[in-house]
């Protein structure tokens, strides 16, 4: 089979190696497409460290069930299927269900520089970990479900309503599934602070209200809002954007953290305190949130198609990569198609 290789930081190159074998409890999965992540294109330049040289990233992904291995049931070989790419220890299983992504062990499909994952004609994973998708929405939105699972479990984290009016810093494809996000959970206002010009007219078409760069966001939410929101998700995660985020909440205003953009932040303690705003942390999401994503991608209620700007061969692979770390003016999410 084919995959994509990380052969050196700043290079890939599409390869031939043998094909998987299944074993016990797992599944091989012809891919049909995985999306580039950020935290791919950060392993790709070097900037983030979690990724090596010699690696097949590719942690958000959908295909069809090629083989089954022994043991595994209740999935039938030609479905289409997701697969939520953290793994968790079966000893840590129980203690850490409900909150899969605290537990010590666990290790991400992509990440994981040892595991050949989703950016290869086929991949491995535990059956468990395989989520099934209907054939009656478009086949590449199972590749979204990833990026939409971290969106829900912040919008859950925040506990966005219908009586809330929602402030997203950061327009990417994180930040845009962060906007449905909240749609879905109800909030009918809501405003996005992005700098690119086209991502801020993809999250117009989400039905986000953008704000213009270069003015304070604070002041231009609450000329819009008519007053500061009570939730504001900041996708970012720099000491300027958390300072944004903050400030453009009401008091006892929340705060989810999702981005992750810088390891240490300067804060503004009084915003926090004074104001009795809350900053809630979200990472990753829950083998139920993860499912929860799945079952609104497979529900048809929501079209998803202008999160994903371009599908790319796999042959095209290592210019799509150097592109987006270029700074392409790429809004959404760019997709390779392993099955061209
Ligand atoms: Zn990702």
């Given at each position: 089979?084919?995959?994509?290789?990380?052969?050196?930081?700043?290079?890939?190159?599409?390869?031939?190696?043998?094909?998987?074998?299944?074993?016990?409890?797992?599944?091989?999965?012809?891919?049909?497409?995985?999306?580039?992540?950020?935290?791919?294109?950060?392993?790709?330049?070097?900037?983030?460290?979690?990724?090596?040289?010699?690696?097949?990233?590719?942690?958000?992904?959908?295909?069809?069930?090629?083989?089954?291995?022994?043991?595994?049931?209740?999935?039938?070989?030609?479905?289409?299927?997701?697969?939520?790419?953290?793994?968790?220890?079966?000893?840590?299983?129980?203690?850490?269900?409900?909150?899969?992504?605290?537990?010590?062990?666990?290790?991400?499909?992509?990440?994981?520089?040892?595991?050949?994952?989703?950016?290869?004609?086929?991949?491995?994973?535990?059956?468990?970990?395989?989520?099934?998708?209907?054939?009656?929405?478009?086949?590449?939105?199972?590749?979204?479900?990833?990026?939409?699972?971290?969106?829900?479990?912040?919008?859950?984290?925040?506990?966005?309503?219908?009586?809330?009016?929602?402030?997203?810093?950061?327009?990417?494809?994180?930040?845009?599934?962060?906007?449905?996000?909240?749609?879905?959970?109800?909030?009918?206002?809501?405003?996005?602070?992005?700098?690119?010009?086209?991502?801020?007219?993809?999250?117009?078409?989400?039905?986000?209200?953008?704000?213009?760069?270069?003015?304070?966001?604070?002041?231009?939410?609450?000329?819009?809002?008519?007053?500061?929101?009570?939730v504001a998700i900041d996708a970012v995660g720099?000491?300027?954007?958390?300072?944004?985020?903050?400030?453009?909440?009401?008091?006892?205003?929340?705060?989810?953290?999702?981005?992750?953009?810088?390891?240490?932040?300067?804060?503004?303690?009084?915003?926090?305190?004074?104001?009795?705003?809350?900053?809630?942390?979200?990472?990753?999401?829950?083998?139920?949130?993860?499912?929860?994503?799945?079952?609104?991608?497979?529900?048809?209620?929501?079209?998803?198609?202008?999160?994903?700007?371009?599908?790319?061969?796999?042959?095209?692979?290592?210019?799509?990569?150097?592109?987006?770390?270029?700074?392409?003016?790429?809004?959404?999410?760019?997709?390779?198609?392993?099955?061209?």
């Amino acid at each position: 089979m084919r995959c994509l290789v990380m052969e050196d930081f700043g290079r890939m190159a599409v390869a031939e190696v043998a094909d998987p074998k299944v074993t016990a409890g797992h599944v091989v999965i012809d891919v049909v497409a995985t999306g580039i992540c950020g935290s791919d294109l950060h392993g790709y330049t070097g900037e983030n460290g979690r990724r090596k040289p010699g690696q097949v990233m590719g942690h958000e992904s959908v295909g069809r069930i090629r083989a089954l291995g022994d043991g595994v049931e209740g999935i039938e070989v030609g479905a289409t299927v997701t697969f939520n790419p953290l793994v968790v220890p079966a000893a840590e299983r129980p203690l850490y269900r409900g909150r899969e992504q605290h537990a010590p062990g666990r290790s991400v499909i992509g990440v994981n520089p040892s595991v050949r994952a989703a950016f290869a004609e086929q991949v491995v994973v535990p059956a468990e970990n395989v989520v099934p998708l209907p054939d009656s929405v478009p086949i590449t939105w199972g590749a979204l479900v990833e990026p939409l699972a971290v969106a829900v479990n912040v919008v859950r984290r925040v506990a966005v309503t219908a009586e809330d009016t929602v402030l997203v810093i950061g327009g990417g494809p994180i930040g845009q599934s962060c906007v449905l996000a909240a749609q879905h959970a109800g909030a009918t206002s809501v405003y996005v602070s992005e700098p690119s010009a086209s991502r801020r007219a993809l999250c117009e078409q989400l039905g986000a209200v953008p704000l213009q760069p270069g003015e304070p966001v604070e002041e231009q939410v609450r000329a819009l809002n008519g007053g500061p929101v009570t939730v504001a998700i900041d996708a970012v995660g720099i000491t300027a954007t958390i300072q944004d985020a903050l400030r453009a909440t009401v008091a006892g205003g929340r705060v989810g953290l999702v981005g992750m953009g810088a390891p240490v932040t300067e804060l503004q303690t009084y915003e926090v305190s004074t104001l009795e705003r809350t900053i809630t942390g979200s990472f990753c999401y829950s083998d139920e949130v993860f499912r929860a994503a799945a079952a609104w991608v497979a529900d048809g209620s929501t079209d998803f198609s202008a999160l994903i700007s371009e599908e790319v061969p796999l042959a095209e692979g290592p210019d799509a990569f150097a592109r987006l770390a270029a700074g392409a003016d790429i809004p959404g999410k760019v997709l390779v198609r392993l099955d061209r």
